[in-house]
């Protein structure tokens, strides 16, 4: 819990009185490498705070995952655009190894945010992170070549490149897994 609270107070310091509101809305699970935090056709409820360990989200193509984001420590999982409109998910959400989450629920989180503002706030807060953080991935893939997408996580998140599996770190960076073992 102390990740979490770290969390919150670098994005928006809360009062006591919000802290107390917040703290008995939230969930602590623990997740086993390979279980699923969201499966492609659900509805994301839910807002996941990484606490320990890191998961992934990826598309079921054909039989063939592709990879679209890595989530670690002190960062915040989920399904953006079906936690927003309540469609369902067209991605998975998966640890990647032992994980433990915080979980925001949404319906007890929309409840609280109409009964403290300064939770609203510090959700809204939370959502722009997350945005940026999806744009960045985005802009990755517009703006930049593979090799260079490899030093730009290099240089930016040098956590996955550590982390990550090869075979997970390729389907992320759009390569063969083959050219991702060899030097750049």
Do not use: W
């Amino acid at each position: 819990m102390d990740n979490l609270l770290t969390y919150i107070h670098s994005v928006m310091p809360l009062s006591d009185e919000s802290m107390e509101a917040l703290l008995p809305i939230l969930t602590k699970r623990d997740f086993n490498k390979g279980d699923f935090l969201l499966k492609e056709g659900e509805v994301c409820n839910s807002l996941f705070f990484i606490d320990k360990g890191y998961c992934r989200s990826f598309h079921d193509k054909d039989g063939t995952e592709k990879n679209t984001a890595f989530y670690f420590e002190g960062e915040i999982a989920t399904n953006l655009s079906s936690f927003s409109t309540g469609e369902q998910s067209d991605y998975f959400i998966q640890a990647c190894e032992p994980l433990v989450a915080i979980i925001f629920s949404k319906q007890e989180l929309f409840g609280l945010t109409r009964q403290v503002p300064e939770i609203e706030a510090l959700g809204r807060s939370c959502l722009r992170l997350t945005a940026a953080r999806l744009e960045e991935h985005s802009n990755l893939f517009k703006l930049y070549t593979p090799t260079e997408r490899y030093e730009y996580l290099e240089q930016h998140r040098p956590e996955m490149l550590q982390r990550v599996s090869l075979s997970h770190l390729s389907s992320y960076l759009g390569i063969a897994r083959e050219t991702l073992s060899l030097p750049f």
